[in-house]
């Protein structure tokens, strides 16, 4: 009894939202006769008096890609994370940024005083004078050797001299310019400059504190990140790996800007699962219109480069109820069945795509929401 309410309920409020309790002329009684809604013990069922009244519709076969929706972060690409580093240790005496900040290549960052930098010039110095003196001794041997005053070994030894001389002289020259050094202005203190232009995303130096690779702490100052093109890295479960493929295209939806819509593009799929929840991580490099921030969260919509087979059915056929989708079926004997569905994407030409639900070549109810005009149209 209970069911036979419940679907008399239904077959009520179907009428309602359908129009099937809508008027038809009959031509030979010259009366108006209405379709009327009987009980039916299921539910799910709605039994038609006049079931001719609602046109059905064939679902088409379509051949569309597969749609797959999941959710990530944005992250640097680390080809254009750059650490920034002093070869010179000492003390940090000036810092012109700080974290966040947008910087320039070549500007600068910060400056340190650095005994090394007195240590590498007296080692120039001394250098420079070893390879005068050396020279001296090569030329002066040639003048003696050509009047025959020395051996020819002796010669060659002051000429094997002046080579190393100059080595170590050359050496010592480009220590400085390691350093950043001019070596005709040399300064106890060492500018550090930006390698790369983009985004101070880490900084790990304060004045006064010591820098450098050879002193304790930290021997990265700053981390300079490009954010001109970022990373989204997503989770994909396993089961849907066959979806996704390096070089395919991604559609990046942020919640922060619902208008915005960025494409990118898959550049590595993770060899390793998550063990826990079987995910790997896919990523998709993006071009950054400057309003990707890192750490923001993002949907990306794949599209699959395989198609299967789906229905397409008129979007009039589709009844939109509290947050679900359904159609009507023909069930026979005057019945239509209420079925559940997930709808797809929309097609330029007003149907939409069926993901599951109902296959190609099943019928369904036309108009669930016209019926008035369909019966004016009969």
Not at 24 to 35: E, R
Not at 125 to 140: F, G, T
Not at 161 to 189: M, Y
Not at 271 to 280: E, F, G
């Amino acid at each position: 009894m209970k069911n036979q309410v419940a679907g008399t309920g239904l077959a009520m409020a179907v009428c309602l939202l359908m129009g099937a309790c809508g008027k038809k002329f009959d031509p030979a009684s010259g009366a108006v006769t209405s379709a009327q809604v009987l009980q039916a013990s299921n539910s799910d069922l709605v039994a038609i008096d006049r079931p001719q009244q609602f046109p059905l519709v064939t679902a088409a076969r379509i051949d569309v890609p597969e749609i797959l929706n999941v959710t990530g972060a944005v992250f640097p690409d680390i080809a254009r994370e750059v650490p920034v580093i002093s070869l010179a240790n000492g003390r940090v005496v000036d810092i012109r940024t700080r974290l966040d900040d947008d910087v320039t290549k070549g500007q600068l960052l910060f400056s340190v005083q650095s005994p090394d930098i007195t240590s590498a010039f007296d080692t120039y110095v001394k250098s420079v004078s070893d390879e005068q003196m050396a020279n001296k001794a090569y030329l002066r041997a040639q003048e003696l050797y050509k009047h025959g005053a020395i051996a020819q070994a002796m010669l060659e030894q002051e000429e094997d001299a002046e080579r190393d001389a100059k080595a170590d002289e050359d050496a010592a020259e480009q220590q400085l310019k390691i350093f950043g050094v001019d070596k005709n202005h040399p300064s106890t203190v060492v500018n550090v400059f930006a390698p790369i232009s983009g985004v101070i995303i880490a900084q790990n130096v304060t004045n006064a504190a010591a820098a450098g690779v050879a002193l304790s702490g930290n021997a990265t100052a700053f981390t300079i990140a490009d954010l001109s093109k970022v990373w989204v890295l997503c989770d994909v479960y396993e089961n849907d790996l066959p979806k996704v493929g390096i070089g395919q295209e991604a559609e990046i939806r942020l919640p922060a800007y619902p208008d915005k819509l960025l494409k990118g593009r898959i550049s590595d799929i993770g060899p390793v699962l998550d063990p826990t929840i079987r995910t790997a991580k896919v990523r998709i490099e993006v071009a950054n219109p400057k309003i990707l921030r890192l750490g923001m969260y993002v949907t990306a919509t794949l599209t699959s480069r395989t198609k299967s087979a789906h229905a397409a059915i008129p979007a009039s056929a589709i009844l939109h109820m509290h947050d679900r989708d359904w159609v009507f079926v023909p069930a026979g004997q005057g019945h239509f069945k209420r079925v559940e569905i997930a709808a797809g994407v929309t097609l330029p030409d007003g149907r939409q795509v069926i993901l599951s639900g109902i296959a190609p070549e099943q019928q369904v109810v036309a108009n669930v929401l016209s019926l008035e005009e369909t019966l004016e149209a009969q």
